[in-house]
């Protein structure tokens, strides 16, 4: 009979004492996007450091590609305890802790060393602090780099461009409100129903960042690809609570520590994407075009009304000063 044991000394330990060796503790790792993503990148180095640190404490098993159901449905299985950890986008995250809505508004950041700056200082690990009151616990902000419109109706430049375009966002009234605000017609949407709704037709578009795009392989959905930039696009990793409260002291040093290098290694490859990703879309056929700094304006100018919105729930002056954070 095998039983899982948290919190105790290692099995090589007990061996050494002549003790039974205790079974592993399992750690079911879920997230939507396949091994070679970002995630799956990051959740590889966070097993390696883990492992590194505690020997054969924890056996990792990892669920990629939505293994485990939408990203929603994960993070109520943390909550529930029956899955103990997951690589998320800020998707639906506001629906936990409202508060990481802030980072999902269009056009805040400049650019990703802004984001990871404002994620990595006292704003982004107050909030991140604020998953241990319900039920998870946020070891960092990871990212996914800024999102990009994909859509298979027509090149797009202006908002009259997307009037009407049937776009799928993620289930998050922040992104929701601006494509609103814009004359789209979105429709939120969980991750694992996508590429069917795209080759059924039941939605034009979608918008995702290009370590999606490009892992994903959305080019053979998607006809066109508009660099937008229109919202930059945190990631976290999370465990569930009752997971990190059964773990000692040095266990919990060993997840810190992997999840800081885990980072390091999504942004790593969102780097690299982000130089290279748009040329290897071009050469699987996408048609690509990016938004002149008039054009940006343009949309920024389109949600003035999502805007007004935004201030009624978050602060105008916490939404400043991530604007003006240097
Ligand atoms: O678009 C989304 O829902 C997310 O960006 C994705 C692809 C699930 C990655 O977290």
């Not at 490009?214 to 569930?240: N, R």
């Not at 290279?276 to 050469?283: H, I, P, Q, R, S």
Request: net charge negative; no cysteine; aromatic share 8%.
């Amino acid at each position: 009979m095998t039983f899982v044991i948290r919190g105790l000394a290692s099995a090589g330990f007990l061996v050494a004492l002549g003790l039974p060796a205790l079974a592993q503790t399992e750690v079911k790792i879920g997230y939507a996007l396949a091994p070679d993503s970002h995630y799956g990148v990051a959740a590889a180095k966070l097993e390696e450091v883990v492992t590194a640190e505690t020997g054969d404490d924890f056996e990792f098993n990892h669920f990629p590609s939505s293994g485990l159901g939408g990203e929603r449905e994960v993070i109520e299985g943390l909550q529930l305890g029956t899955i103990e950890a997951t690589i998320v986008s800020s998707g639906t995250l506001a629906n936990f802790v409202p508060d990481t809505g802030v980072f999902d508004i269009p056009f805040l950041f400049r650019d990703l060393g802004h984001a990871r700056a404002v994620l990595d200082g006292e704003i982004g690990q107050e909030i991140l602090a604020k998953f241990d009151d319900v039920g998870l616990h946020g070891l960092a902000w990871g990212e996914q780099g800024f999102r990009h419109i994909t859509n298979n109706r027509n090149a797009i430049h202006t908002p009259a461009d997307v009037e009407g375009l049937k776009i799928r966002t993620m289930e998050n009234p922040v992104h929701l409100a601006a494509f609103n605000a814009m004359g789209a017609a979105p429709t939120p949407m969980a991750w694992p129903e996508v590429i069917s709704s795209l080759q059924q037709g039941v939605i034009d578009g979608q918008e995702n960042p290009l370590s999606v795009i490009v892992s994903v392989k959305l080019d053979e959905v998607q006809e066109y690809l508009t660099l937008s930039g229109h919202v930059y696009s945190p990631a976290m990793l999370l465990v569930s609570k009752p997971f990190w409260e059964g773990l000692t002291d040095e266990q919990k040093a060993a997840f810190e520590k992997g999840a800081t290098e885990a980072v390091a290694a999504m942004r790593a490859y969102v780097d690299d994407v982000e130089t290279t990703g748009v040329e290897t879309l071009k050469e699987r056929g996408m048609k690509v075009n990016e938004l002149s700094a008039d054009e940006k304006s343009e949309f920024q100018s389109s949600i003035t009304s999502a805007y007004e919105e935004y201030y009624k729930t978050y602060n105008k002056a916490l939404v400043d000063s991530i604007v003006n954070f240097e």
